[in-house]
Each structure stands twice: as C-alpha cells, then as structure tokens.
C-alpha cells in the first residue's frame, strides 16, 4: 500500500501562475482533506471532498482557490494567480470514514517568488 | 477562542521522564479524538486514537475526559527519538467530517 501520494514535492511559482497540488489517496478511502500549515503554524483545514463530491469548503479562501476529486484520477487543489502570502506546505490526508484518523501525503512546499 | 487549545511548550525533559500533554477543546458535540505526531517539516503521522475509556500503546497513554473537554497523552520513560511536535485533533462526527488541529505542542527530550 503506497500511502497518501502528494506531488509535486516542492512548487515554485512567480506571483500571478498558477499551482496545481495533487494527491491520490490511500487505496480504499474515499475521504479527502486538504490542510494548509504556514511556518511555525499549525494546521488549518481548506476542503474537504469525496469521489466527484465537495462536502465542506468552510476553509478555502473564496477566491483563486478550488478543489476537486474527480471519478477517475487524484484530487487536485488548484490556486490561481499565486501571491507571496500562499507560500506555504499544503497536506492532502485520507481517511477510511469520518469518524477515523487520518493518514497524510508527505505534503507539497509552494513557494511564491 | 480557538476550538481546539493546546499549551505550544516547549516541553524540555531529560531522557526516562514521564510527561503529560493536555489538550481542550471547545464543543461538547464533539465525537472522535486523535493524537498526532509531527517531526520538523513532515507529514503528520496519526499516533493513536483516545476512546472514552482511555487507551494505552507502549509507553503512551491516551485519555479523555468529556465532562471537561479535554484530551490527555502521557508519555512514559521519555526517549530522545520523542522529541516531535505533537498535535491533537478533534471530530465533530457531523456531515462534515473534518477534524481540527491544535496548534501543537513541542517536545525535547535531551540526554
């Protein structure tokens, strides 16, 4: 079992592009969830997704920001027209049902020059 | 407030102490709670679930108390490999299914 599979690893891009995060979940869960953690911060929940479905996006700023988690294929997290102040590392987890643990990617570091 | 509150420490214990982490949260619907693990600029590693009857595995131990609102982990005979942040996380249990986090604690066990 591979385990959460997040990439790119690491992301830079110049303010005004374009990042997209993607992360294939554990084989078997079907509960996505994307977090943002900035430096010596904790983690801050963005959107949580099943298979072609956005359960809660309370988290995710309303604009530039979107999520998915088509039928086929990983879950993407999509920011448009980066700024500096999203540099950050961003972690997908999945989870075998809500009332379950999570189990994370090793997350991907965008940074934004 | 914030919904889930930890104290940031840091802890600084030598190796073989006993430590304590306490965790509380905020609303009493709350249903599912976790301990995590994370090392410096790594993923989150799910450390242990804590039940209402409490849980042990190893040399930590995790408890809850619901009529307070806080979650506990103990750590017996402190290791140097210990030496992590800890978060605890919160489920609500609702349709939405998200957990949490607190914002960590730091712990460093030295030799």
């Known amino acids: 079992n591979a385990g959460v599979m997040q990439n790119p690893r690491h992301l830079v891009r110049r303010r005004g592009q374009e990042a997209r995060l993607r992360c294939s979940p554990m084989?078997?869960?079907?509960?996505v969830y994307w977090y943002r953690q900035l430096p010596e911060e904790g983690l801050k929940f963005m959107v949580y997704?099943?298979?072609?479905?956005?359960?809660?996006e309370s988290g995710m700023p309303k604009e530039r920001f979107s999520a998915e988690f088509p039928k086929e294929g990983p879950s993407i997290l999509r920011i448009q027209q980066v700024v500096r102040g999203d540099s950050a590392a961003y972690f997908c987890?999945?989870?075998?049902?809500?009332?379950?643990?999570?189990?994370f990617g090793s997350g991907t570091r965008l940074t934004v020059v | 407030r914030k919904e889930v509150e930890q104290d940031p420490g840091p802890f600084n214990v030598p190796e073989g102490a006993t430590v304590a982490f306490n965790c509380t949260y905020s609303?009493?619907?709350?249903?599912?709670f976790f301990w995590y693990r994370q090392d410096c600029r790594k993923e989150p590693k799910l450390l242990m679930s804590?039940?209402?009857s409490g849980n042990e595995d190893g040399r930590f131990t995790a408890q809850l108390n619901r009529a307070s609102q806080y979650i506990s982990l103990l750590i017996r005979d402190s290791k140097l490999s210990d030496s992590a942040t800890y978060l605890c996380?919160?489920?609500?249990?609702?349709?939405?299914?998200?957990?949490?986090f607190g914002d960590g604690t730091t712990l460093t066990v030295k030799p």
């Open positions: 987890a999945s989870s075998d049902g809500q009332f379950y643990g999570y189990t």
């Open positions: 084989k078997g869960h079907s509960h």
């Open positions: 997704l099943q298979k072609e479905n956005i359960i809660d």
């Open positions: 609303n009493s619907a709350s249903q599912s």
């Open positions: 804590v039940y209402s």
């Open positions: 996380a919160v489920n609500r249990g609702t349709n939405a299914g998200k957990s949490t």
